[in-house]
């Protein structure tokens, strides 16, 4: 879900009551700069090496030393969040609405210490907890490569979250073409993936993905709503907190699929986006093309 230019070094652990991951130890580490900085780790469930837990926080852009965040109070300024996800899937997040951050950052050396405990709640009021939490990160220059080194091309759209009034063009700054055998839903398939980000003055931190069975066809308008069996589509706004918006609306046309030893997929599409929370993302005008050279 993170670009692998924002990789990190260093630790980040908690225990949880996750019956299927009582101790978390964070293997996949990242520290993204920002309006508001990312703090994230993913770990896979032992003998599940596609099913992570993730644990971030989201901390706004200042040096700060032993800066204590309330995560009760509304103006604490941090956010936190605990959840699962999957290669093509993000579950909606356990926020926390009780506990504390200590957090020491330094933006000038790219580095974040600090220690937590924290109550989360998911939408439906599921509950997680976390304790004895620490972490000490360090961006990682030599894992600083642009995202889609292998892929080419662009996802383009137009972004309307109506909830927000926020509306902005969204310019793929990185893109990945893969396959991926053992789907459940899908089957054999093909994922686009693709980010958006850019950094201050006008930040952006947004992700386009689309998951497409090998049985569809070129010149066919596939709905979102009721070919989810062969291709389903999700936006994702990861500006402050963690929102996917899986699409349940509109259609995408496919000029170009992915063939053997030809791999590239082209197409338009339109979707609103929902979200757990009942808001919405209208995606617009969207063009699709990329290919792995």
Known sequence: ?????????????????????????????????GKHWIITAEQALPGFPNEFRNISFYVPDESVTDKTFDFSSSSSGALGNWYKSTPSTVDAPYRAFEGQLTLTLDTEKETARGTFRFKGTSPNGK????????????????????SGDVSEGAINANVLLPETGEVFSYRSTGVNLTTQENDPNLG????????????????HNQRLLFHVSEKVKTNTAYDFATDKNL?????MNLKFGIQPYPATAGSITFRTLPTPGTEKIE?????????????????????????NP
């Not at 630790?11 to 993204?32: H, S």
């Not at 054999?188 to 201050?200: D, I, L, Q």
């Not at 291709?231 to 936006?235: A, D, E, K, P, Q």
């Open 1 to 33: 879900m993170f670009s692998s230019k924002f990789a990190a070094t260093g630790t980040l652990t908690a225990k949880t009551d996750d019956p299927e991951l009582p101790l978390f130890d964070g293997v996949r580490l990242f520290l993204i700069p």
């Open 127 to 146: 509950q997680i907890n976390l304790s004895e939490g620490e972490f000490n990160l360090k961006a990682d220059s030599k894992n600083m490569v642009a």
């Open 188 to 203: 054999p398939k093909s994922v686009a993936w693709s980010e958006y980000w850019s950094g201050r003055p006008d930040h």
């Open 231 to 235: 291709v389903t589509g999700m936006f």
């Open 267 to 291: 197409a338009t599409f339109h979707f609103r986006g929902t979200a757990s929370d009942g808001s919405t993302a209208e995606i617009t005008a969207g063009d699709m093309s990329i290919e």
